[in-house]
């Protein structure tokens, strides 16, 4: 067995051009690298891309997808998948709404957006709770737990507005936070900026980010090793869900009315995003910035689509393939990884 | 009979102990615990003194892990007193135990692969500073831990890096962390090297000294002779006996363990080589997992293949029926070229491999024994008529073929997870026989099998070779292969190093051949298991 200990063992994978690919892909630099080639290459080719007023539109959609796809990410780690964020921005757009819409002209402007963001991210907390404990103590598959809340969610968004968009929000809300320029970028790049910097904190100098990495690389692991594994999953859930609430703010701000039908492709993006970013499905590995850049990447495309006039469905092909293509590389890499 | 005289020496026993109780560091009374469908412990004392080596004994599934499971706190027993350096513990959690200073070494690691070494070591037990990671601390304190225990290893390289034996330092490693009174170890040579094993001794020795009590969980005869102060065997969730480790001899414990008289172990295979059935010339794989390898196999005889852990062996089976990519050379069966092999195609050929993690690539576990068993076989005309899948001849096929292999229960409608490692293997097996399989190509067949099975499977061996089959059997466990063997390969670093035959089928022959080139100073002292 002493054949085992040469140093030559540790070093993993294979030398083939498929190895080595799969090496690079997993490293630090192949995400910069892919959105830098790709920034120039549509800079050199579409005249308009590196235009001040598309740059803000990619700006400020990338943000809205990098603060939901960081909470997916967090529950992608502990090897869940949370499909209920896209109606949990739904709910919360039109909960936020209704909330600050009936308040307004009672009570000081600031204190009605206060109560409304608030109303808003308490959905998000509740159904990240269902979900969480759903996944914890019931060990019911994450996907049919979000699942069941997406349905739910979705359900309740569009009993409580039949539908029909809700306006009447307070307009520091809306021209003041959801379309303002903070130092001439959009409001929401600033959200997305502090969200991406303290879960970057939180990954790598506290114990929680070692825990939910723990979680998803071997749950039987961290439970012996004394993690307090319930809370944790919890935790991702919650905070994913609440992310989701976080964006659904933004998004209805930026609006200017609550909607039960946003976006609806913000749940499938924001697991693309993950998936781009090296985040595996089965949990245990992921780096939030590296989502960023995901998300950024993922937004750019969509712009230079749009630019060079694609039909939004063959956009949405377009998308699903990229998703595909990405887990593929990542099943790749773990069957090599598998190997060793 | 032998449970009642147990019980009586437990009695006086016990009585010895209380005049020491100063000494005694871990004390449970009457321990029991069910799992859905199974009594995993029934009514177990236990004890454990400072400074003393308590070596668990016994069978797969005699309820060893549970055990030890529960004195680490991972989760509860049903009844029972535990009491620990005097005081009683309840409510133990894995987190708590080691706080009380009880440090378990799993034998399925405890590790998270996608975390560097420093950070499995301290999961759960970070040293923060004010909320905030301490890292500079915590690879301070890696780089002494791992110091102390004189291991070749970097605080770090993710896990996924590491060899077995690298993850098992690692595993010890993180035991030590805090400071340790009570140490768990489930059979923690399983992976070392003989070197190695014998520096964990030392440092078993070590702590000895120092007063830790020492809980040790090994099949290995050797070791058990070489540092055991008390031996507790289990047999099928029972206590049956503590004794000393000086009166007990070899035979004496292998019989309390397995409750029977063991004759002999191997059963004397009659071996009549007649054609060729499946010859390799100079396959190479994709990965050089295996490099340049010819061997052949005859009927009426088993060709053995002996070789450390990681040599290719292994791959070299696999890639025989197409499940490792080849890169170059040839597979003959019966004389005709089988060129790009899949598992299907070999079984239409004859050729069935029987994995050795049976759990990942050869059963559906939730599935039936029934509908595992006839898996490789429902094209037959015994199993499907035109597509349509014949229920009742299927279940007279398997269940004749389970009664002969003597699976217990002999239930074939009980799902596959129900059933022991032994049994679960005898299941497996079943899938050769629901066809005409001429070449059997065994990977392991009697890892994590109890004694009891394992003779029942050479027994399966012998009957299957009486047929006029052929039998590759790929083996880490030297007896094993050294005794059923007619012709013994042996493989060194995916190259085959040596084709033994007869008087050459020798413990120093195939060891000299697997650290031909290194580490000659260890081939003096043969191991016995």
């Known amino acids: 067995m002493s054949d085992d200990l040469t140093g030559d063992d540790v070093v993993p994978m294979g030398t083939t051009v498929a190895g080595r690919f799969v090496r690079s892909y997993n490293a630090v630099g192949f995400l910069p690298i892919l959105l830098t080639g790709l920034v120039v290459v549509l800079a050199i080719f579409l005249p308009h891309f590196l235009a001040v007023q598309n740059m803000l539109n990619v700006l400020r959609s990338s943000s809205y997808l990098v603060i939901i796809a960081v909470g997916q990410m967090l529950v992608l780690i502990v090897g869940g998948f949370d499909l209920s964020q896209g109606a949990v921005v739904a709910l919360t757009s039109v909960s936020a709404a209704l909330v600050m819409a009936g308040l307004k002209g009672t009570l000081d402007p600031s204190v009605v957006i206060l109560i409304g963001v608030l109303v808003g991210l308490g959905c998000g907390a509740v159904v990240g709770l269902v979900n969480g404990l759903c996944v914890a103590f019931l060990k019911i598959s994450p996907f049919m737990v979000t699942l069941g809340t997406l349905s739910i969610a979705t359900g309740f968004a569009l009993l409580l507005t039949s539908g029909i968009p809700i306006y009447g929000m307070p307009t520091q809300f809306v021209d003041g936070f959801g379309r303002g320029l903070w130092f001439s970028l959009p409001s929401v790049f600033y959200l997305a900026g502090g969200i991406v910097a303290v879960i970057w904190v939180v990954q790598n100098h506290t114990p929680m980010g070692r825990y939910i990495l723990a979680i998803g690389g071997n749950m039987q692991a961290a439970l012996v090793s004394g993690v307090p594994v319930k809370t944790y999953l919890i935790l991702s859930y919650v905070i994913c869900s609440v992310l989701a609430s976080v964006s659904g703010l933004a998004l209805t701000a930026q609006l200017g009315s609550g909607q039960a039908v946003i976006n609806a492709a913000l749940t499938l993006e924001s697991i693309a995003a993950g998936v781009i970013a090296g985040v595996s499905i089965k949990g245990g590995v992921g780096r939030v910035e590296m989502v960023a850049l995901g998300a950024i990447l993922l937004l750019t495309l969509t712009d230079a689509m749009d630019l060079l006039k694609i039909d939004p469905r063959i956009q949405a092909i377009f998308i699903g393939f990229i998703v595909v293509l990405a887990v593929a590389l990542d099943e790749l890499s773990q069957r090599r990884a598998a190997r060793v | ?529």
């Open chain 2, 1 to 529: 009979m032998t449970a009642v005289v147990a019980v009586n020496a437990d009695v006086s026993r016990s009585a010895e102990e209380l005049r020491e109780t100063s000494d005694l560091l871990l004390n449970l009374t009457n321990i029991s615990k069910r799992f859905p469908g199974v009594v995993a412990l029934e009514s177990v004392d236990f004890d454990l003194r400072r400074g003393e080596v308590h070596v668990l004994f016994g069978e797969n599934g005699a309820g060893k892990s549970t055990l030890i499971n529960i004195i680490a706190g991972t989760f509860p027993s049903d009844t029972g007193t535990f009491k620990y350096q005097g005081r009683e513990i309840t409510h133990l959690t894995p987190h708590g135990a080691r706080a009380i200073g009880i440090s378990p070494v799993f034998q399925e690691f405890s590790l998270v692969p996608e975390l560097t070494v420093e950070q499995n070591l301290f999961l759960g037990r970070e040293i923060t500073n004010g909320g905030f990671l301490n890292g500079i601390a915590m690879r301070a304190r890696a780089r002494e831990i791992i110091r102390e225990l004189d291991f070749d290893l970097r605080p770090d390289y993710k896990v996924v890096q590491l060899s077995r034996a690298h993850q098992q330092m690692v595993e010890i490693s993180k035991a030590f962390l805090t400071e340790v009174r009570l140490l768990i170890l489930d059979e923690p040579t399983a992976s070392l090297t003989d070197s190695e094993a014998e520096k964990l001794f030392g440092l078993v020795a070590k702590l000895k000294n120092s007063g830790v009590g020492i809980i040790y969980v090994s099949h290995r005869m050797r070791e058990i002779k070489q540092i055991a102060d008390r031996i507790t065997v289990l047999r099928d969730g029972h206590k049956i006996k503590t004794v000393q480790a000086g009166d007990v001899t070899e035979t004496e414990l292998v019989e309390l363990m397995t409750g029977r008289k063991i004759g002999v172990l191997f059963p004397k295979v009659d071996h009549k080589p007649t054609k060729k059935l499946l010859e390799v010339e100079r396959v190479s794989l994709t990965d050089r997992s295996v490099t340049d390898v010819s061997f052949y196999a005859r009927a009426g005889e088993i060709t053995g293949i002996a070789g450390l852990v990681g040599c290719g062996k292994s791959e070299l089976i696999r890639a025989i029926v197409g499940l490792e990519p080849m890169l170059s050379g040839a597979i003959r069966i019966r004389g005709q070229e089988v060129t790009a092999p899949t598992p299907a195609s070999m079984i239409q050929r004859g050729v069935c491999y029987f994995p050795s993690d049976r759990v990942a690539e050869g059963l559906a576990l939730a599935r039936p024994v029934r509908e595992n068993c006839s898996m490789a076989a429902l094209d037959l005309p015994a199993f499907s008529r035109n597509k349509i899948l014949q229920r009742r001849s299927e279940r007279r096929t398997v269940q004749g073929i389970a009664n002969k292999l003597r699976l217990r229960p002999p239930n074939i409608e009980r799902a596959v997870a129900s059933f022991s490692g032994g049994n679960r293997q005898k299941v497996l097996l079943a899938r050769g026989f629901t066809r005409e399989i001429s070449v059997f190509l065994f990977d392991e067949p009697t890892v994590g099998v109890d004694v009891g099975a394992k003779i029942e499977i050479y027994d399966l061996m012998k009957d299957l070779l009486a047929t006029g089959v052929a039998i590759i059997l790929v083996s880490s466990d030297l007896p094993e292969v050294l005794n059923l063997s007619n012709r013994l390969y042996v493989m060194h670093r995916s190259h085959m190093a040596a084709e033994l035959v007869g008087a050459d089928i020798n413990e120093p022959e195939v060891l000299s051949h697997f650290f031909r080139e290194r580490h000659a100073g260890d081939v003096a002292r043969p191991t016995t298991v």
